[in-house]
């Protein structure tokens, strides 16, 4: 099977700004704003690119070492990341709005739906909630019943339920005074799973504010999965290649 895509063609104009970090700690919170405010506050705070590069590191419990990692996304169209060790590729994926595909160095690949990465995480995911994920955005931007909101640890906690297809979900966010998400715990209704993301020092880096750490923890009754991704450079709107081809002697995962 052979699987080619390419980014859109024309130069983008590439920026080039030192980056900076975030320091929110010293902001003042405003006790009197509420919690519908607060989260639209973040949700509006939308990143401004057209394409995004992002270097450094990724580590997933079940594999035990840390890989290098290469993210790129083309804003709302496709993510292509490859994962190495040593400079060898040890891993592809590949995900559009419509497929998730990937390949690694055993000579196996899938080529499916979401079920992949939303079985792993517990949580039904698209397209939006995967770069959502890796941008430190909100999973769900999708109208929300307000629960509560109080004040922890100089972040703002609100605390929402979200009926879904399937399920309620009961969701709890941690903002700073910038907007910036810190921590999102999401625990489905109608089972025992719960997925919870920590996003940790943000920076501005070309204009974009990104957490330099995410830390992601899956649990339900059988088992608990952990991912951490490390973000050490970024480059914004430059020309990227999403060149993606599954090996054509590897065996197809059927899930």
């Known amino acids: 099977m052979l699987l080619l895509v390419s980014c859109k063609s024309g130069k983008l104009k590439e920026t080039k700004d030192t980056d900076v970090s975030i320091e929110t700690t010293n902001m003042r919170l405003d006790e009197k704003l509420d919690a519908s405010a607060i989260l639209e506050k973040h ?6 690119f057209e394409t995004l590069h992002i270097l450094g590191s990724a580590e997933y419990s079940g594999f035990g070492l840390s890989l290098q990692s290469d993210i790129r996304i083309e804003r709302g169209e496709q993510i292509l ?3 190495k060790q040593f400079g060898f590729t040890g891993a592809k994926i590949y995900i559009t709005p419509e497929r998730v595909s990937f390949y690694t160095i055993q000579k196996t690949y899938y080529d499916g739906d979401f079920s992949v990465i939303s079985d792993l995480l517990g949580v039904a995911l698209d397209y939006e909630k995967v770069e959502n994920l890796l941008l430190g955005k909100a999973l769900y931007d999708d109208q929300q019943k307000i629960a509560d ?3 922890e640890e100089s972040l703002y906690r609100v605390l929402t339920q979200l009926v879904t297809r399937n399920d309620l979900v ?8 910038g907007w910036n998400l810190h921590k999102e715990k999401l625990s489905m209704g ?11 020092n ?11 750490e995410i830390f992601i923890l899956a649990t339900n009754q059988n088992q608990s999965v952990e991912l951490k991704l490390k973000y050490t450079k970024i480059n914004k709107n430059t020309d990227l290649n999403f060149t993606y081809e599954i090996p054509k002697n590897a065996e197809e995962i059927r899930l």
């Open 149 to 151: 909101k109080d004040i």
């Open 202 to 212: 943000h920076q501005q880096s070309e204009g974009v504010i990104l957490p330099k």
């Open 170 to 177: 009961e969701l709890q966010y941690w903002i700073d005074a």
């Open 43 to 48: 949700l509006s705070a939308e990143p401004d």
């Open 81 to 83: 990341i490859t994962l």
């Open 190 to 200: 109608n089972s025992y799973n719960e997925l919870e993301i920590n996003y940790k």
